[in-house]
């Protein structure tokens, strides 16, 4: 998510698009499903806005991602955005691209911290960003 008045926000995405791949392991082309969120939408009207609209949506159709313009104050696309992720999942659970309880996706992997080893679904999660 970054915020449609404050542009550092939305640069931020790329880098964070990042270390999400690092995180679970996988090539972009597997990344998991992800929703990027332009919030702020209800500060347009004050004239406060510094990402365009297109700006968004081209990052989005380039790394394959979900968009909206969303506003927490004023509950603009909240539960659409929500809604479209878990029926994103619901299509790669359908095409066999993701399976929850497939022990075969299920890996151990240190964590970043050290110490005890975590399990982690390969192809299971979801990013809201």
């Known amino acids: ?3 449609i008045d404050k542009y550092n926000t939305f640069q931020y995405v790329e ?3 990042q270390v999400i791949l690092e995180a679970k392991d996988v090539d972009p082309a ?3 499903p992800t929703v990027l969120m332009g919030n ?3 500060l347009e009207k004050e ?3 510094k990402v365009s609209t297109a700006e968004g949506s081209e990052l ?3 790394h394959n991602f979900l968009f909206f313009e969303t506003s927490a104050k004023d509950v603009i696309n909240i539960e659409e955005s929500f809604f479209a992720l878990v029926r994103l999942i619901r299509q790669r659970q359908a095409l066999g691209l993701s399976s929850p309880t497939n022990p075969k ?3 151990k992997k240190p964590t970043k911290r050290g110490g005890k080893k975590g399990t982690w679904k390969k192809n299971m999660d979801c990013v809201l960003i």
Request: glycine residues 4%; aromatic residues 4%; without cysteine.
């Open 1 to 3: 998510m970054y915020s």
């Open 30 to 32: 597997d990344a998991p």
């Open 15 to 17: 880098e964070l698009r």
């Open 40 to 42: 702020k939408v209800d």
């Open 105 to 107: 996706e299920t890996k």
């Open 60 to 62: 989005a159709k380039m």
């Open 47 to 49: 004239g406060l806005r």
